[in-house]
């Protein structure tokens, strides 16, 4: 991937291939992201990516709207972010091969807040918003918002426990300071 394609691109980014990567103008990295093998990341209204980002092989981002990734957000590997559908309410054909006049198709908007990290398989549905710190488990599906520091799985998701907010900031902190990190 040419990254001068990105309409950001900050330092530290890396993108394995093979990939496919739709409409790279519409997409921003801040630096220190890596992007695995076999991912899809469609750029669509907007793709932003934090810092300290890493998005596992075959995941799968796209829908043709919005998505954003907040720094230190760890993506696992086979996630699907889906930021817009066809409707399935009847209303309208479904399917790319359609001509668009016949069918209905909603965009909207995906927010991973920072330190959140999606675990293996994890589906997240247009119109989310994963709360800070927020940990969901392997094979989950997202339907609804997130509260903040809180572990969820499930399909749909429910809430499992809470999350040591402290510790996690103090270590990044550190980092982002030039610190050793050492647990």
């Known amino acids: 991937m040419d990254l001068s394609k990105l309409k950001i691109c900050g330092p530290e980014v890396k993108i394995y291939e093979p990939n496919t990567i739709i409409n790279p103008e519409q997409i921003e990295m801040a630096g220190n992201v890596i992007i695995s093998e076999y991912c899809w990341l469609m750029g669509g209204c907007g793709l932003k990516i934090g810092r300290y980002?890493?998005?596992a092989p075959y995941t799968y981002i796209g829908g043709g709207g919005y998505c954003e990734i907040g720094s230190f957000a760890n993506i696992a590997a086979r996630c699907t972010i889906l930021t817009g559908t066809d409707d399935t309410d009847g209303s309208g054909l479904v399917g790319?091969?359609?001509?668009?006049?016949?069918?209905?198709?909603?965009?909207?908007k995906v927010?991973?807040?920072n330190y959140a990290f999606l675990c293996v398989g994890v589906i997240v549905m247009p119109g989310v918003t994963i709360g800070e710190g927020s940990i969901i488990g392997a094979g989950s599906i997202v339907n609804r918002?997130?509260?903040?520091w809180t572990k969820y799985?499930?399909?749909p998701i429910i809430p499992t426990g809470k999350l040591n907010r402290s510790m996690v900031e103090n270590l990044s902190d550190k980092l982002l300071k030039g610190g050793v990190i050492t647990k």
Request: proline share 8%; hydrophobic share 30%.
């Open 111 to 113: 927010f991973i807040e």
């Open 153 to 155: 799985w499930g399909t």
């Open 96 to 108: 790319n091969t359609v001509p668009i006049e016949y069918r209905k198709v909603t965009r909207s």
């Open 145 to 148: 918002d997130t509260e903040p």
């Open 53 to 55: 980002v890493h998005i």
